[in-house]
């Protein structure tokens, strides 16, 4: 970004992977969105940074990114009217007894609950092998740019998520497995 305020880049720099982060959280997810979000983010912040200078920068980007991806999310999420079944020609959905829903929930709740005690447990042992698979797994960011927010080559990148995947499967490996 060529602004020619260097202090404006300076703030870009230490801030945008904070940004971005906020965006994607908010916006359901969408990296796309959550680029989107970002750039609008920072031009804000371009545009207001006068008088800001001597204010909460951090402060005020985490608040402009969330509120910014809120809107975002409303704006683009549209109620679809549902037609009638009978005039749309779209057969009854065969139903599924209760118990069964039931086990479904359960199931997936339990994997839910695997998932997160995964995801802390990563993070304690090695937090930029959690940053790193948060960045690729589930923010879906390329591999090379991943790479360069975290500030390595793309192979170091690819070797910090083998370690982390194999941790995975040696710590929680046989935890999962019960669960199939």
């Given at each position: 970004m060529l602004t020619g305020n260097r202090e404006f880049n300076e703030i870009y720099d230490k801030y945008k992977n904070l940004v971005l982060k906020v965006a994607?959280?908010?916006?359901?997810?969408?990296?796309?969105?959550?680029?989107?979000?970002?750039?609008?983010?920072f031009l804000k912040l371009y545009r207001d940074f006068d008088r800001?200078?001597?204010?909460?920068?951090?402060?005020?980007?985490?608040?402009?990114?969330?509120n910014t991806a809120i809107n975002y999310r409303k704006k683009n999420s549209r109620e679809v009217l549902e037609l009638d079944k009978e005039e749309s020609g779209i057969a009854e959905p065969v139903t599924r007894s209760i118990d069964e829903e039931?086990?479904?929930?359960?199931?997936?709740?339990?994997?839910?609950?695997l998932h997160w005690k995964i995801m802390k447990g990563l993070q304690k042992k090695n937090p930029r092998?959690?940053?790193?698979?948060?960045?690729?797994?589930?923010?879906?960011?390329?591999q090379k740019?991943?790479?360069?927010?975290?500030?390595?080559?793309?192979?170091?990148?690819?070797?910090?998520?083998?370690?982390?995947?194999?941790?995975?499967?040696?710590?929680?490996?046989?935890?999962?497995?019960?669960?199939?």
């Open positions: 994607y959280e908010y916006s359901g997810d969408d990296y796309d969105a959550a680029q989107d979000i970002t750039q609008e983010t800001l200078k001597n204010g909460n920068v951090y402060g005020w980007l985490k608040v402009t990114a969330r039931f086990e479904e929930a359960e199931t997936k709740l339990e994997k839910s609950r092998w959690y940053e790193a698979m948060i960045l690729v797994y589930y923010m879906n960011v390329p740019d991943a790479a360069d927010m975290l500030g390595i080559k793309t192979g170091a990148l690819q070797v910090m998520l083998t370690r982390a995947k194999n941790w995975i499967r040696k710590t929680y490996g046989a935890e999962y497995k019960e669960m199939d």
